[in-house]
């Protein structure tokens, strides 16, 4: 099952521009991770916020969570080729289960 | 970090056939494995919640007798796709959570691409 949603569903930028993908979620959480996957590989963890933080900075990531509008957003700065990949939020619930969104699919042109 | 590895990573099968993919902790003890399936395009799908020594947990919609998951061990489960069908074509991730560990974070596998033809 998915609590989630992710938008936009699918993102294209030019190289060395931002990329804010926004996440939301429907009950109550513990964390949210956000993941990167390349295409038809495995997932990269990328960054995880506790419920009880706002704003969390990894490099040129930069991840708040809202937990009043069960939301979270993922900031990608300079934004390279490289970065072409689907981006993943992920709630690990009371239930101790992680489950995903649907994903944003970002393509960064050189 | 923790490692997980899947094996195999890439299988193609006849239909009809059984598939066996194992999820296998490298340096750390799980006692919970996630077994997720993600179709091409798509986000990845919880299956199961596998808890070491007992039977696992399915999600709605899961069918346990086409899925058997095992998990023998602390550091080993089993996902069995019995009598499998084209449309059991996907790719298969695997995840596990270390005893004791912060935030309870689970670590994923590579995945594994099964292709039933």
């Known amino acids: 099952s998915q609590q989630g949603e992710e938008d936009p569903q699918a993102l294209s930028i030019q190289e060395g521009e931002n990329a804010t993908m926004n996440c939301s979620y429907k009950t109550s959480i513990n964390n949210l991770q956000w993941y990167r996957q390349n295409s038809g590989r495995g997932l990269v963890h990328l960054i995880l916020i506790r419920s009880n933080e706002r704003e969390k900075h990894s490099g040129r990531l930069r991840v708040t969570l809202d937990t009043s509008k069960k939301s979270s957003s993922l900031l990608i700065t300079a934004s390279r080729a490289a970065d072409t990949a689907s981006y993943f939020c992920?709630?690990?619930?009371?239930?101790?289960?992680?489950?995903f969104g649907p994903g944003t699919s970002l393509s960064v042109i050189p | 970090g923790a490692v997980v590895s899947q094996h195999p990573s890439r299988v193609i099968c006849k239909s009809g056939t059984s598939v066996k993919i194992e999820c296998r902790s490298l340096d750390f003890q799980a006692t919970t494995m996630f077994w997720y399936r993600q179709f091409p395009k798509q986000s990845l799908m919880l299956m199961a919640t596998?808890?070491?020594?007992?039977?696992?947990?399915?999600e709605q919609g899961v069918e346990k007798d086409k899925f058997l998951i095992n998990h023998a061990s602390l550091t080993l489960s089993t996902l069995t796709v019995t009598s499998a069908h084209p449309e059991d074509s996907s790719f298969y991730i695997c995840?596990?959570?270390?005893?004791?560990?912060?935030?309870?974070?689970?670590?994923f596998g590579p995945g594994t691409r099964l292709t039933v033809l």
């Open positions: 995840s596990a959570r270390e005893l004791g560990g912060a935030d309870n974070e689970q670590f």
């Open positions: 992920a709630t690990k619930t009371s239930y101790d289960k992680v489950i």
């Open positions: 596998s808890n070491e020594g007992s039977k696992a947990t399915y």
